[in-house]
């Protein structure tokens, strides 16, 4: 029996594709009967600890953000006193505190570092940051990355290659969860009998929904887009409908329950992501929108997992980025073709049965600790192994 310890920045409720990741592999290692602790920002003054399926999870108050990055004293002094009875630490990155943390933890500690994304456009905090994350790199003893095409494009990781392994993010299979789920009358009614193009994402810059507005003008007239999520720029996407006249033919529906989400997916015709830049580094819900057989209409970002998760002519289409009639036109080539559609709903659903269930994944990282302890000439802990 190993114990492992995350090293996160937020945990369930609190949603999130790190944070997703994080739940699946630590309840993952959880029922293989590892011991298994979550260490995390809580967004309330309070600490807390609790047990989830089978995962202790230390929730520490933030004391500051300073570019998104959480900071507190409480969570620097709970990391170190949790990786002190650790196997492994498995931190996942982008995590300013975290990754100072892990310069602290003991030598015969094996740390794992789970690449999500380069710090991307923080400015005087990204130049701050890039010697501690050269340092934690320095520290790490094996490095993952989500994709071949990100690690091979990340500057960052370039002089560390030789410890990096890719392990592709894997989730839970929706058809599992039942098909009863209903949307919110208001919603239901905005939406009537109209071919759903959903989209799913915090609304801020980066997602490029500002692309996708400007594309519903050039829509089918029997669709309509639907954008679930909050966000700061919710006021300018709002400003941005009334402008191009798209209001009958956008719903931004802000947050919605789970159960809500998944009717929204069963719905839908297709699913688009259409951002801008490397931050989106992988695109976790593309996964959720493959469980469902979606066809996929995504953004051909350079040097990101986006284009490799949604195969081009097999799970969906790829437009250059911010190109609102190529988004427009890829989107209606979907909708206006049954057989089209049918053939990359059921190449979706094939890529994510090959490539990206959970079990997969869970087994993937099972066996990167496994080196990692027997490098370290420790007992092999056969319940790392599911």
Sequence with gaps: MAHIVHFGKYYFPDAGGIESVTVSLAKGAALAGNTVSVVCFEKTPASKKEMIDGVQVIRAPIAKLLASQPLGFQYFLQ????????????????????????????????????????????????KILRP????????????????????????????????????????????????????????????????????????VPYKGFNALIQAAQQLAKDSVVVIVGGGPLHQELQQAIVHGGVEDRVVLAGRLSDAALHALFERAALYCLPSTYRA????????????????????????????????????????????????????NQILGSE?????????????????????????????AYDGLLRAANTTYPRSVHR
């Design 280 to 331: 989106e580094a992988f695109g976790v819900v593309l996964l959720e929108a493959m469980t469902y057989g979606l066809p996929i209409v995504a953004s051909d970002i350079p040097g990101s997992g986006v284009p490799w998760v949604n195969q081009h002519g097999v799970s969906g289409l790829n437009v250059p980025i911010g190109d609102a009639k190529a988004l427009a036109e890829a989107c």
């Design 79 to 126: 990391c170190l006193s949790s990786a002190k009875k650790a196997d492994v630490v498995h931190l996942h990155a982008p995590n300013m505190l975290g990754a100072l943390c892990a310069l602290f933890i003991h030598s015969r500690t094996r740390l794992l570092v789970h690449w999500h994304s380069d710090v991307l456009n923080k400015g005087f905090i990204g």
């Design 132 to 203: 501690l994350e050269s340092a934690l790199l320095r520290r790490a003893n094996s490095i993952i990355a989500t994709s071949q095409v990100y690690a091979d494009a990340s500057e960052t990781l370039a002089p560390f290659k030789d410890k990096v392994a890719v392990v592709p993010i894997g989730v839970p299979d929706a058809k599992h969860e039942g098909s009863d789920s209903q949307l919110p009358p208001a919603l239901e009614s905005q939406i009537g009998s109209r071919k759903i193009v959903l989209a799913v994402g915090r609304l």
């Design 339 to 367: 057989e089209l559609r049918s053939t990359l709903s059921k190449g979706a659903r094939q890529r994510f049965l090959a490539e990206f269930t959970e079990d997969v994944s869970v087994e993937r990282i099972m066996s």
